[in-house]
């Protein structure tokens, strides 16, 4: 009985809040006035937050007048969204819901906002206080998305409460199925963004944050193995988040998007490249950014960065590396005879270097005649007897040079894009890169099957 009364209720406050979207939706209003008395609250500034993508970014201030404070402008328009008001010690102390109503009073109490609320000509607001409440005293929520199944309050409850994660197969019959992880992996991937309206910018304008490391980097290292795979799911991704109805096409969403994966791509992350420079190529048209995404800064890295990447991608030719051994004679790696040379970039201060180079030396000493390649291990350290120590206590045998002896010919670390250590490339005698940051079992996969043919 009480959830059918709640029901009801909610169903009234639609009602209404329909006939106002009605009533409004030609009539938005430039500027905005948002009067809040907010009780027993103890410091004289409130602030006004907005979001994009998730990031929250304050927009407004407001200070108290008589115990009231109010968010106003007379010229600017406050874009559909979900707003939150912040405390002056940035705590976070309601949220608003902004579509229609742009003009409106309220009155609360600090300490409890949600059960003390009063809400004059917005009753958008009104029924998302409910909502909230809802949310707070952990109601069921699907009656809300029922009541209003196509407004944009639904679209942000399925979007935030309801994702398609691994939470979500505890709370559907899908548990009774008997999944492998496999399938519920393969499932989440395919369906991850069916629950978001990822061209609705009233959605983007709000603390939705969507997990895009998850699924481009962690599901994409699992689900997919080819470079036009990842293109495909990616161009997707990002034509949804266009709305074709606009008229000029929008691309704000999905600016935000392509710099959001440029910066997931940009680290040293070999396996996403080739989809970095995709990005680049085909969505980085930071002359056609209006809205500030792509400021002068990131301009500068994300075309450094593609500079480096495309200079490192296999089937690419380098430099012959010129640097110095422990007794200070210069060793050039066009001097070296073999088919292959394996060029291996550590420090012994780096724990994985400490850990793999012993392992790579041992596969050297067993392999490197067989297979035939060499191996240029460079110490990017200026600490000689750090080096000195760690090569006479693992008996390295290969062709040992250190920045500690002097400078190089050219600097590796930026030529190689080496942000962290170690690094691994493989080069052919005409300093073709066969592979770069490869494992050493892909390393000897690869060179079997060259000294086959």
């Known amino acids: 009985?009480?959830?059918?009364?709640?029901?009801?209720?909610?169903?009234?406050?639609?009602?209404?809040?329909?006939?106002?979207?009605?009533?409004?939706?030609?009539?938005?209003?430039?500027?905005?006035?948002?009067?809040?008395?907010?009780?027993?609250?103890?410091?004289?500034?409130?602030?006004?937050?907005?979001?994009?993508?998730?990031d929250p970014s304050v927009i407004d201030s407001a200070f108290s007048k008589n115990g009231v404070f109010t968010f106003t402008q007379k010229r600017m328009l406050l874009q559909s969204g979900?707003?939150?008001?912040?405390?002056?010690?940035?705590?976070?102390?309601?949220?608003?819901?902004?579509?229609?109503?742009?003009?409106?009073?309220?009155?609360?109490?600090?300490?409890?906002?949600?059960?003390?609320?009063?809400?004059?000509?917005?009753?958008?607001?009104?029924?998302?206080?409910?909502?909230?409440k809802a949310v707070a005293s952990k109601q069921d929520l699907s009656t809300f998305m029922e009541t209003i199944p196509n407004s944009f309050l639904s679209k942000y409850i399925k979007a935030i409460h309801f994702?398609?994660?691994?939470?979500?197969?505890?709370?559907?019959?899908?548990?009774?199925?008997?999944?492998?992880?496999?399938?519920?992996?393969q499932y989440i991937f395919n369906h991850y963004f069916d629950h978001i309206d990822l061209s609705d910018k009233r959605l983007f304008r709000t603390p939705l944050k969507i997990n895009t490391k998850f699924y481009f980097s962690q599901l994409f290292?699992?689900?997919?193995?080819?470079?036009?795979?990842?293109f495909q799911l990616v161009d997707h991704f990002l034509r949804r988040t266009i709305d074709t109805n606009t008229r000029p096409i929008d691309f704000e969403i999905q600016n935000f998007y392509v710099k959001?994966?440029?910066?997931?791509?940009?680290?040293?992350?070999?396996?996403?490249?080739?989809?970095?420079?995709?990005?680049?190529?085909?969505?980085?048209?930071?002359?056609?950014?209006?809205?500030g995404i792509f400021d002068d800064s990131y301009n500068r890295i994300f075309s450094m960065i593609s500079e480096r990447k495309r200079r490192t991608m296999p089937g690419r030719f380098i430099e012959p590396l010129i640097a110095y051994d422990s007794e200070k004679q210069a060793v050039n790696s066009k001097d070296i005879q073999s088919k292959y040379t394996i060029i291996w970039f550590w420090d012994p201060d780096c724990e994985h270097c400490i850990t793999e180079t012993p392992v790579l030396h041992d596969f050297y000493k067993q392999k490197h005649r067989e297979?035939?390649?060499?191996?240029?291990?460079?110490?990017?350290?200026?600490?000689?007897?750090?080096?000195?120590?760690?090569?006479?206590d693992n008996h390295l045998e290969w062709i040992n040079l250190s920045y500690a002896m002097g400078e190089p010919n050219y600097d590796f670390l930026d030529y190689f894009d080496l942000t962290s250590t170690p690094g691994i490339f493989l080069i052919?005698?005409?300093h073709k890169i066969i592979g770069r940051q490869i494992s050493l079992d892909k390393i000897q996969e690869i060179l079997k099957s060259n000294t086959v043919q």
Not at 1 to 14: A, G, P, T
Not at 31 to 38: A, M
Not at 92 to 114: A, G, H, V
Not at 260 to 275: E, G, K, R, S, V
Request: net charge negative; proline share 3%.
């Open 1 to 54: 009985m009480k959830k059918i009364r709640f029901f009801y209720f909610l169903f009234f406050i639609f009602s209404t809040f329909q006939q106002c979207i009605y009533a409004q939706q030609n009539e938005i209003k430039i500027g905005y006035k948002i009067s809040i008395k907010l009780n027993q609250y103890p410091d004289n500034t409130l602030y006004l937050v907005a979001y994009k993508g998730g």
């Open 221 to 230: 290292s699992q689900m997919v193995t080819e470079d036009h795979e990842m």
């Open 82 to 132: 979900i707003y939150s008001i912040l405390s002056k010690t940035n705590e976070s102390i309601f949220d608003l819901l902004i579509d229609q109503s742009r003009f409106f009073k309220m009155e609360t109490n600090f300490n409890n906002p949600l059960n003390y609320i009063s809400i004059k000509k917005s009753e958008e607001n009104i029924f998302f206080f409910e909502y909230q």
């Open 371 to 392: 297979l035939n390649f060499e191996v240029i291990a460079v110490s990017v350290t200026d600490d000689y007897d750090r080096w000195i120590k760690f090569i006479q």
């Open 163 to 185: 994702p398609i994660t691994e939470t979500f197969f505890l709370d559907t019959n899908f548990m009774n199925k008997n999944l492998s992880i496999d399938e519920i992996n």
């Open 428 to 430: 052919d005698k005409d």
């Open 260 to 291: 959001n994966l440029m910066q997931l791509y940009m680290n040293n992350i070999p396996q996403f490249d080739t989809l970095y420079l995709y990005l680049y190529d085909h969505y980085f048209y930071p002359e056609k950014d209006q809205w």
